[in-house]
């Protein structure tokens, strides 16, 4: 079941994606090559602690960290650990804060220093699907209008969409109905209406879409080794259309 929000409750959300937003920010201009993953989580976790949030991702399901890190092959749901962020690096930071109760979950793929242009090329297009996804999200759309949106702009560029993983409804569970592909027909499945909130999260693969599971029981790295680029943001759907509730202004 869809729960939609109320006016108050979306005011709660914008809350809590504004602070995983802010938190989001700070951690992408942390990124350089020699900085450790783990030292980007512990950022983040004290950003979300002092705020008087709690960080989503630390013990859901027996996740251990307060964010997600996945660099180059990996997909998602990396461990943050004591690798050095290297030049040429394509890192991906998930963050998810939980604000008086509600969540706001956001990711972005950050170059570390200088990258190739091919794998800049695919973060990009990954931002650029995110930004089409979330256009669709108005009332009268349907959710399968904006899996069609990243789906198209993807394969357009010859990179493949990631099947085994999905963006997903958002409130006061990270994760609620309904599951949100990032492919699909344009028209299908239920009606976007206004006062859902969605996190919309497109996964693309400059090779293949399948993925694995490392022996963590948690990493998910692309089978063939290329790289994989991950962006998100959590939205509320209002009448006049989508509000980015993670989005925060320059
Ligand atoms: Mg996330
Ligand atoms: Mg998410």
């Known amino acids: 079941m869809i ?23 700070e951690l992408r201009s942390m990124v350089r090559p020699g900085v450790t993953t783990l030292e980007i989580n512990r950022a983040a976790e004290r950003m979300i602690c002092d705020a008087g949030a709690l960080p989503t991702f630390k013990g859901y399901h027996g996740f251990p960290y307060s964010i997600c890190a ?6 998602v749901h990396g461990f943050p650990s004591d690798y050095q962020l290297r030049e040429g690096d394509i890192f991906s930071i998930d963050c998810g804060a939980t604000l008086e109760g509600f969540v706001g979950d956001t990711a972005t793929t950050v170059p570390v220093g200088t990258v190739s242009d091919e794998w800049l090329d695919l973060v990009r297009i990954t931002e650029e699907c995110l930004d089409r996804a979330i256009e669709e999200c108005r009332p009268g759309k349907h959710l399968g209008d904006i899996g069609a949106a990243v789906q198209e702009h993807a394969e357009a560029h ?12 958002i409130g006061r569970r990270m994760h609620e109905d309904p599951q949100i592909p990032n492919y699909g027909k344009r028209g299908q499945g239920p009606k976007i209406r206004a006062g859902y909130c969605f996190a919309v999260e497109p996964m693309i693969n400059l090779g293949t879409h399948y993925t694995k599971v490392l022996a963590d029981g948690w990493t998910v790295v692309t089978l063939d080794g290329k790289p994989s680029a991950h962006a998100e943001h959590t939205i509320a759907i ?13």
């Open 238 to 250: 209002t009448e006049e259309g989508p509000e980015v509730l993670t989005k925060i202004a320059l």
């Open 70 to 75: 996945s660099v180059n092959e990996q997909v």
């Open 3 to 25: 729960i939609g929000k109320s006016k108050k409750e979306i005011e709660k959300m914008r809350a809590a994606g504004q602070l995983a937003g802010l938190v989001l920010k």
């Open 158 to 169: 010859r990179y493949s969409v990631v099947r085994d993983y999905v963006g997903h409804g």
